[in-house]
């Protein structure tokens, strides 16, 4: 009698488990989550740079002109203007995620490769420091004006700007960026040794430069 009894259920257990046969599990996209998450990093600053500059001018009084179609340049012997300005400005690298979406995500099973939008320089301050100038006025001549100071401080600024591809911010924006992104994939299930950042191309000296926000420049 045990027996049946004993037959009868593991009829009735098997039965039931061929009426309710297991549902697998079905893998959760991650991508859109992945790309809302990355989208609210907006406008990532990424690196910084504090740059100084000295910025220095040396002129003399010149007599230029044409005597019997023989051209002359004579220095006048009335004296120079010489003056060196100290510069401080603060440069920026950011990447601006706001346009980040599914064609920045190469993925491969468990394996995931984000392509990092370019990243920009800004120049977001410059000043000069008025007590540290220093000039060297002739008595015959004009002290220096406050037009000349305008320009000579905006050669500054445009000195700075082109020193940017020999001051390795770019990759300092590039490497940041990615340690900033990798936490956020690994949150999602992903390990870190199968996520790659990358960049849209290695960025040469010219490059960079097309890289600069003219915009961002600071008055």
Known sequence: MICIVAACWLAICSCDEKAAPRQEEQPIDTIPMMIMQIQKCAKLYTAEYQVHKIVTHDDQMKLKGSILAQDFNITLPIGNR????????TLKAYVDFSTFSESNIHRN???IEIILPDPKVELTSSKINHAEIKKQ??????NFNDEE???YENQGRASIINDIPRMGIINMAQENAANTIIPMITALGFPEENIKVTFRKQFTINDIRSLFDAKSIAR
């Not at 006025?137 to 004009?142: C, E, F, G, P």
Request: aromatic share 0%.
């Open 82 to 89: 010489k003056i060196a300005i100290p510069m401080d400005a």
């Open 149 to 151: 100071m305008a320009s």
């Open 109 to 111: 099973g468990n394996r």
């Open 137 to 142: 006025v002739s008595i015959l001549r004009s």
